[in-house]
């Protein structure tokens, strides 16, 4: 599975529009929290690329020595379930929630964020039903390309069998993210628009991605940043996820993670506010 | 309804002339820039439709230099932000302000909505009031609040707070908001801001009774009703909603703030599956100054039936943002009444002028706030507030609330004597209109027909 936890209903619904007539989210005297550095908006610099000092290696190549880095592939396919807990944050609005984040091989994913003031966000997929309940706008079945990023994202042998996801990828060049050179990287799935993500030239680790979420709230551009990677069992994963949606942080921290741990047997299935729409 | 609309919409030039120290030119080209600046960086169009914005600053800069008065430049201001042809964005002067807030904690540099300091409004005598004919008129009065207990009834008049004479404030008021939606709202604000204050802390209160007679009252200060609920950096506010049923077949449900959803949406849907045969659905969102935008939609899926229906589409800077309605079945199948007044704002807004363009809801009072928009108002350096929304909203049809809010379908005015008798013309005219022939039926897309 990937580490990106997109939540794109989530991700636009954040934009939740504080309509309260003489009030803003964030303090009215312009007093604005200032975003702490590390939560920054990766800053991508194509201009101050790092020159190619030869030609680009293959988008095989960097997507595999990602896989090597992080633990290699008999330690990815040894991973059946993920449990992961920590904490959502949105700086600028002070908003925070819980989060728990399952996921099951194949494709079965699930996460619920408990957040302040608002209450219990959940998506999920049961690998064909990709799906979002929210007590602002309610239960709503994901359709077409959203459903399938969030369905593919959850796929447990996304980094070892990438082919199986992607019809193609290619390195188009050398970026500065965040001062370092990273390797652009651009996935097209088989269905829906491409994903880019950007690799450390020198740790070989994810720096960043981005694309587009499309719901019916709209279409928006997402980027995730990567940062505080540590080793769970024998994997290495990003533990801290910074989401800027349309000018909007989310920010994840994952906290704990357990590889292999026991998930609740019904954890997948379809909530029954979900079934009631398929009626 | 606590911290209630501060959105003003319009420049507000009075006329003092005074020659200006150099402090105060200096102050003037500084809340010039600040205003020019955060346009420039925050308006919901990037392109601002096409309009020059550094020209703009190019030629009205030097008339701020030149200004004689503090009222010239706020003309001056005022006629940048024109330039926008947008009526949310506005210059308040420092009086105004003052006027806004609670004269006795007012401070020249506090901004007008944000949160007052723990324990500053946290009371009320329990009386909710609207400004009717230039007089602050008792409109409700909370069960077993200190009002209740010391006999005030709705129809009552409050004349003076704390000694202090209404009257100027109110005109004051009323006069700059003349032609604004959110006439009614600020001139609440004038009362409301006065009769709320630290709990514990009692307030005198001059009334005119039922007869015009005077009656002279201190009413102790109790905390808000509701249950406190925090979200993010908004103050905390108090949360409550209720339900009853008004004879067997129609529900009538109110709540004060689309916040909290956790709680305000499962009572919500309480009242709303516990009538699910009943002929009608009357929301009352008279006082409800919003609060989550994209609640509205969330309610909304309770009497929406057809997937993908909008009640709107907020634009911001970086996309537009389709209030899309997710239904909620099972929907309720019968017909559903809005109420609204001049205090009803925001996703009150949103909610119902999307349901009246969907043609699912009749929309029973008055005009609303027509400030639909998150804004902030922020101080300037020479002493007047700027109020700014960094987003732009139109209805399904394509109305645009901020600055016109939602007509009602049938005008209803609350008045002191329909108070006094124990009336409520928009609740009455509602459910005259729900009991009007037999059951609503749907169309494919939920609405009623």
């Not at chain 2, 308040?92 to 007052?116: C, M, Q, R, T």
């Not at chain 2, 959110?182 to 307030?203: F, I």
């Amino acid at each position: 599975m990937k580490m990106n936890l997109v939540l794109s209903g989530l991700a636009l619904s954040g934009l939740m529009a504080i309509s309260l007539a003489g009030q803003t989210a964030a303090p009215a005297t312009g007093a604005t929290p200032p975003m702490p550095a590390a939560v920054a908006k990766p800053d991508v610099d194509a201009s101050a690329a790092a020159k190619p000092t030869g030609p680009l290696p293959s988008a095989d190549t960097v997507l595999q020595h990602y896989v090597d880095v992080t633990g290699g592939a008999k330690a990815y396919d040894a991973v059946k379930t993920m449990v992961g807990t920590g904490k959502f944050v949105m700086p600028a609005q002070g908003i925070t929630g819980d989060l728990t984040m399952y996921s099951a091989a194949p494709n079965k994913s699930y996460a619920l964020i408990d957040i302040q003031g608002v209450g219990k966000v959940e998506e999920g997929s049961d690998g064909t039903i990709a799906w979002e309940i929210s007590p602002m706008t309610g239960a709503r079945i994901k359709a077409g390309d959203e459903a399938a990023a969030e369905i593919r994202s959850a796929a447990t042998d996304i980094h070892t069998n990438w082919k199986k996801y992607y019809k193609s990828a290619e390195v188009t060049g050398i970026d500065d993210v965040d001062g370092k050179p990273a390797y652009k990287v651009v996935l097209t799935p088989q269905s829906g628009s491409s994903e880019t993500e950007w690799y450390d030239k020198d740790s070989g680790l994810v720096l960043k991605s981005a694309m587009t979420v499309d719901t019916p709230m709209g279409k928006a551009p997402v980027e995730i940043a990567f940062s505080d990677y540590k080793k769970e069992g024998d994997l290495t994963i990003p533990t801290k996820m910074v989401q800027n949606v349309a000018g909007q942080q989310f920010e994840i921290h994952l906290e704990k993670v357990d590889l292999n741990a026991p998930v609740p047997p019904n954890r997948f299935d379809i909530p029954a506010d979900i079934k009631a729409l398929q009626k | 309804m606590r911290r209630i609309a501060f959105l003003l919409p319009l420049l507000i030039a009075i006329p003092i002339f005074a020659a200006l120290t150099p402090e105060q030119q200096r102050a003037n080209l500084e809340s010039f820039d600040k205003v020019w600046s955060t346009v420039q960086e925050k308006h919901w169009d990037p392109k601002m439709g096409g309009l020059d914005w550094q020209a703009v600053r190019a030629e009205l800069r030097p008339k701020v230099e030149s200004a004689q008065s503090e009222a010239e430049v706020r003309e001056i201001i005022g006629e940048m932000l024109a330039r926008l042809h947008e009526s949310h964005n506005a210059v308040i002067p420092g009086e105004v302000y003052h006027d806004l807030a609670n004269p006795v904690k007012a401070a020249d540099d506090a901004p007008v909505s944000a949160a007052p300091a723990a324990g500053e409004e946290d009371g009320t005598p329990g009386i909710d009031i609207r400004v009717i004919d230039q007089e602050a008129v008792v409109v409700e009065v909370e069960p077993k609040s200190p009002a209740a207990r010391q006999g005030v009834r709705p129809g009552w008049t409050i004349k003076a707070i704390n000694d202090e004479n209404l009257a100027p404030a109110l005109t004051r008021t009323a006069g700059t908001y003349a032609k604004s939606t959110m006439r009614d709202m600020m001139l609440s604000r004038v009362v409301l801001s006065r009769l709320w204050g630290p709990a514990g802390n009692p307030v005198d209160i001059e009334f005119r009774d039922g007869h015009d007679k005077r009656v002279l009252l201190s009413l102790d200060r109790e905390a808000f009703r509701g249950t406190p609920s925090k979200f993010g950096y908004l103050p905390e506010e108090h949360v409550w909603i209720e339900s009853k049923r008004i004879g067997n077949d129609v529900e009538y449900i109110r709540f004060n703030l689309f916040l909290d959803p956790a709680h305000l949406v499962p009572a919500f849907q309480d009242a709303v599956r516990s009538c699910m045969s009943c002929a009608g659905i009357v929301i009352d969102l008279r006082g409800n100054p919003g609060g989550i935008g994209l609640l509205a939609t969330g309610i909304a899926g309770y009497f929406v039936a057809q997937p993908d229906e909008r009640l709107g589409t907020m634009q911001m800077r970086e996309l537009p943002l389709k209030f899309v309605v997710n239904p909620r079945p099972p929907v309720f199948p019968g017909k559903v009444a809005v109420l609204i007044d001049g205090l009803s704002a925001s996703t009150s807004e949103i909610f119902a002028g999307g349901m009246q363009d969907l043609g699912r809801a009749r929309i029973f009072g008055t005009r609303s706030a027509g400030a639909a928009l998150p804004s902030m108002i922020e101080r300037l350096p020479n002493g007047d507030a700027f109020q700014f929304a960094a987003a732009s909203y139109t209805s399904q049809s394509g109305k645009v609330l901020e600055g016109a809010g939602v007509t009602p379908d049938e005008t209803k005015p609350l008045t002191r004597a329909a108070l006094l008798a124990g009336k409520d013309p928009a609740l009455d005219a509602a459910v005259d209109w729900i009991r009007q022939g037999a059951r609503a039926s749907m169309n494919t897309k939920g609405i009623t027909q």
